[in-house]
C-alpha cells in the first residue's frame, strides 16, 4: 500500500510540476516578499542596528505566510479533488487498481508537499533580503548575552517547525471541503470564507484556542517573543501547537476521507 | 412537583455558583460635585475600619466605617480651600481623638482636628509659607509628608518646597520654623552598606517613611528616614507597586530616557540598583508601546558589577512599576507586560479592527531565594484585552497585582479583561511552580476609568475601589 501511495504521490508530484497554479503561487510570494524588502526601507529606518534582520525576516515571512501564503495553500489543497471531479478524471483514476484511501493520502501528501514548498520559499526570500538590507547578528544587552546568532536561528527553525502543522491542518481543510463540493468555484469560496469567518468571529465567541488556524499565529508569536529577547517556556508551547492543529488534522482526514469513501462520482 | 424540584435546583445552582465562585461583593458607590483631585484611604478613628477621605473641589469629604459599614452621605465636609492640593493624615496632636488632616495649598499647610463630632479647621500648626505648586509636578512629589521624623510619637511635616526638602517638627503645640534637609534626595546619601530596617508597610520605632520622587536622580522609591540624633540616612525599600490606581498621579515618571531605582531586589538588606532605559522610538520595532528595559545590578559586598546580573522588558503602561512582592517572601518579583500586536499579524490587525481587542503577554518571573531570577518566565499568560474603542487601546492599565483576594499572603491577579467585568486569578506559589488556581469575575460600570486593590473592611482580604473623574465605588469582599 504504501509503494501505491508513494507511486501516487509521485504522479501528482509531476502533475504539480506541470501546473500553473504552482509556479504562479511561487512567483506571487516571491513578489510579495520582494515587495515587503522594499516597504521595509522606508519602514524601517534604523537598517545597521543589529537585530534588525531578525525582524525584518519576521515580519515579512509573518506578513506574507498569514496574507498570502494560506489564502494559497487553501486553493490549491480545495482544487484537489474539486478539479478532478469538475473534469470527471476521478473517475478514470478511480477505475485503477488503488483504493480511495491512497488516492486521499496522495492528495494530502500533494497537498502538504505544496505547502512546504510555499512556506520555504517565503523564508527563503526573507531571509535573502534581510540578509541583504539588515543586520544579524547576537543579542547582547548591556554586556548580558541573551541569545547568540546560533541560538536565535536553531529557535527560529523550531519555530517555524511548529508553524507546518497548522499549515497542514489548513491544507487538510482545503482537502476535506474540496470532497463536500464538486465546484471549482465553491470549493475555493467556501475554504477561503469560512477560515476568514472564523477568523473574525473566533474571539466573539472564544474559540481562539480550539481552531487550528490560531496556532499559525502562534509560531510566529514565539519568534516575535525570541526576537524581543524574551526567553520561550517551550514545553507548554510546543504540546499545543502539536495537540490542537493534530487532533484537528486527524478529525478532518477522517471525515474528509469517510465522505470521499462513500461519494458516487459516475 | 416539577416546579418544585426546578426551584431546588435553581436554589442548587445558586449555591453550586457561589461556592465556585467564593467571593461575594458589597458595593459602595460615593459621588462627588467635582473631580476628585485627592484621596486616601485609612482608619482615622482608630476602629480597626479603612475611612475614606476624598478632596474634591474646595471640599474634603469623610467617610468614616463602622460596623455596619459606611453611610451613604459624608459624615464630615470640610470647606478647604478654592485650590486644592494634596491631603494627609497624622497624628498631630495626641489630645485630639483619631488621627488629624492636613492639606497641601499653594499658600501653605492647613489643619483640621476631630473635637468628638466632626472636623473643625485650626489656626494652630497651620503653616502659612508659599509653596510652588508647579514643583509638585515636575520634581520630587511628597504625598506621604505627615509622620513621624523623630520618633517622640508625634507626627512632623516633610514638605517639599522652593526645589528642596523642609521638615517641621512637632513640637506638643505647634510646628517648629522649617529647616531644611540637606540634600536629601541626592545619590550620594544613598550608603550601599546602609541596613533596610523593614521592608514592609511600617518601619521600626526610630525610622519613618516618606514617598518621593526624583527623575532627575532617585526616580520613584519609597524612602526610609532612619533617625540617629537628626542625622538621615536615606535608605530605599519598596512597599507596593506604584501604578495609576493611585489617586495621585506620578506625571514625570518614565519621562526620562535613563533613570536608576534603588530597591532592595534580593530581600538581604541591602540596595541594589536598577538602571532604566526607556524605548520611546517604539515605532522603529513595530510595537505599539513605549517601553523599559530593565538592567538589574545586585549589591554584592557593597558593589555592584560592571554588566547587570538580569535584564528585564516591560512595556510602560501610565507609571506601573513591574517590581512587586508577588509571594510575600520580602524579595521583589518582576512582572513583564507586553503588547503582543504586530504589524506582521493578520490576527492583530483583525482583532483590534473588528474588536477592539488587544493581545498581552503577561510574565512573572520569581525570584527565588538563593537562585534569583529564573531565564523562563514562571508564569506565561496569554490575555487578550478587549477596550471600549479602538482610541481606549493603550490608555490605562487592565493589570492590577497588589490585591490578595483570598486572604493566603499571596498577590492575586485581577484584570480588566473588558470593559464589562474585572477577572480575578488567584494565585499560589510553592518552592517549585507557580499555580494559577481559580478565576471568578465581577462586573463593572463601563464608564470606570481606573481600578486598584485595597482593604478596606480588614477582613483580610482585598476589597476593589474603582475611581472615575468624581466617582468612587468601592467593591468589599465579604
Request: charged letters at 20%.
Amino acid at each position: 500500500m504504501i509503494k501505491r501511495i508513494l507511486r501516487l504521490s509521485q504522479n501528482e508530484f509531476y502533475k504539480l510540476a506541470r501546473q500553473k497554479i504552482t509556479y504562479f503561487s511561487i512567483f506571487f510570494v516571491v513578489l510579495m516578499s520582494v515587495l515587503s524588502g522594499i516597504g521595509a526601507n522606508y519602514l524601517f529606518l534604523e537598517r545597521s542596528e543589529i537585530g534588525s534582520g531578525y525582524l525584518f525576516f519576521l515580519i515579512s515571512s509573518r506578513t506574507v505566510i498569514n496574507m498570502f501564503g494560506v489564502i494559497l495553500i487553501l486553493i490549491f489543497s480545495a482544487l484537489l479533488i474539486s478539479s478532478e471531479v469538475s473534469s470527471k478524471t476521478i473517475q478514470s483514476v478511480l477505475v485503477n487498481p488503488i483504493s480511495r484511501f491512497e488516492f486521499y493520502v496522495s492528495k494530502i501528501i500533494i497537498g502538504m508537499v505544496f505547502s512546504v514548498l510555499i512556506v520555504a520559499t517565503i523564508l527563503l526570500v526573507s531571509f535573502i533580503i534581510a540578509k541583504i538590507n539588515f543586520t544579524f547578528g547576537d543579542y547582547v544587552e548591556n554586556g548580558i548575552t541573551i541569545y547568540t546568532q546560533n541560538e536565535i536561528f536553531m529557535n527560529l527553525s523550531l519555530c517555524f517547525l511548529l508553524l507546518l502543522l497548522p499549515i497542514f491542518a489548513i491544507c487538510i481543510f482545503g482537502l476535506l471541503i474540496s470532497t463536500l463540493t464538486k465546484n471549482i468555484g465553491l470549493a475555493i469560496g467556501v475554504s477561503i470564507g469560512s477560515i476568514i469567518i472564523f477568523d473574525i468571529l473566533k474571539e466573539r465567541i472564544d474559540i481562539s484556542h480550539f481552531l487550528f488556524q490560531s496556532y499559525i499565529e502562534n509560531s510566529f508569536e514565539l519568534a516575535q517573543n525570541l526576537i524581543d529577547g524574551f526567553k520561550i517556556n517551550w514545553i507548554p508551547n510546543v504540546i499545543n501547537c502539536i495537540a490542537v492543529p493534530g487532533i484537528w488534522m486527524i478529525l478532518m482526514f477522517v471525515t474528509g476521507y469517510f465522505i470521499f469513501s462513500r461519494t458516487n462520482f459516475k | 412537583m416539577q416546579f418544585k424540584n426546578l426551584v431546588y435546583l435553581v436554589f442548587m445552582l445558586m449555591f453550586f455558583m457561589r461556592s465556585v465562585f467564593g467571593v461575594d461583593w458589597k458595593v459602595l458607590e460615593l459621588s462627588f460635585p467635582e473631580e476628585i483631585t485627592d484621596g486616601i484611604i485609612t482608619d482615622l478613628d482608630g476602629n480597626g475600619l479603612s475611612d475614606i477621605i476624598i478632596l474634591s473641589g474646595i471640599y474634603i469629604y469623610t467617610y468614616k466605617q463602622s460596623e455596619v459599614g459606611f453611610k451613604k452621605a459624608p459624615d464630615d465636609r470640610i470647606f478647604y480651600k478654592q485650590i486644592g492640593e494634596l491631603i494627609d493624615v497624622g497624628d498631630i496632636n495626641p489630645s485630639f481623638p483619631g488621627l488629624e488632616i492636613l492639606g497641601i495649598s499653594e499658600k501653605g499647610v492647613k489643619y483640621f482636628y476631630f473635637d468628638g463630632k466632626h472636623y473643625k479647621e485650626s489656626p494652630a500648626y497651620f503653616i502659612n509659607q508659599k509653596i510652588e505648586r508647579t514643583l509638585f509636578r515636575v520634581a520630587p512629589i511628597l504625598y506621604d509628608f505627615a509622620f513621624d521624623m523623630n520618633g517622640d510619637g508625634l507626627d512632623d511635616l516633610l514638605i517639599f518646597h522652593d526645589n528642596d526638602f523642609y521638615q517641621y517638627i512637632n513640637k506638643g503645640n505647634c510646628f517648629t520654623e522649617k529647616s531644611k534637609l540637606e540634600n536629601a534626595y541626592k545619590i550620594e546619601d544613598i550608603s550601599l552598606n546602609s541596613r533596610i530596617l523593614q521592608n514592609g508597610n511600617h518601619c521600626s520605632d526610630n525610622s519613618n517613611m516618606a514617598f518621593f520622587f526624583n527623575p532627575e536622580v532617585l526616580t520613584s522609591k519609597l524612602v526610609v528616614f532612619q533617625n540617629t540624633h537628626f542625622n538621615y540616612d536615606i535608605i530605599s525599600t519598596l512597599n507596593r507597586p506604584m501604578n495609576q490606581t493611585d489617586f495621585h498621579s506620578l506625571t514625570s515618571f518614565f519621562d526620562e530616557k535613563y533613570q536608576n531605582m534603588f530597591f532592595d531586589i534580593n530581600a538581604d538588606n541591602r540596595i541594589d540598583k536598577i538602571s532604566i532605559e526607556i524605548i520611546d522610538d517604539f515605532y522603529s520595532d513595530f510595537r505599539f508601546f513605549r517601553y523599559a528595559k530593565y538592567f538589574l545590578f545586585l549589591n554584592i559586598n557593597n558593589k555592584f558589577n560592571d554588566n547587570p546580573d538580569y535584564f528585564f522588558k516591560s512595556t510602560i503602561f501610565n507609571n506601573h512599576i513591574p517590581f512587586i512582592d508577588l509571594e510575600n517572601d520580602g524579595d521583589l518579583d518582576f512582572i513583564s507586560i507586553w503588547s503582543d500586536a504586530s504589524l506582521g499579524s493578520k490576527e492583530s490587525i483583525i482583532q483590534l479592527m473588528t474588536n477592539s481587542v488587544l493581545k498581552y503577554t503577561l510574565r512573572c518571573y520569581m525570584n527565588i531565594k538563593g537562585l534569583g531570577y529564573s531565564e523562563t518566565p514562571d508564569i506565561s499568560m496569554g490575555l487578550k484585552i478587549k477596550y471600549a474603542s479602538l482610541s481606549d487601546i493603550g490608555s490605562y492599565i487592565p493589570f492590577d497585582f497588589s490585591g490578595d483576594f483570598n486572604g493566603d499572603g499571596n498577590k492575586d491577579l485581577c484584570v480588566r479583561i473588558n470593559p464589562e467585568y474585572l477577572l480575578i486569578y488567584l494565585m499560589t506559589f510553592n518552592e517549585k511552580k507557580v499555580n494559577i488556581s481559580r478565576v471568578f469575575r465581577i462586573s463593572v460600570p463601563e464608564y470606570v476609568d481606573k481600578f486598584t486593590s485595597i482593604e478596606i473592611n480588614n477582613d483580610s482580604k482585598s476589597d476593589i475601589l474603582l475611581t472615575t473623574d468624581n466617582k468612587i465605588i468601592v467593591y468589599q469582599s465579604r
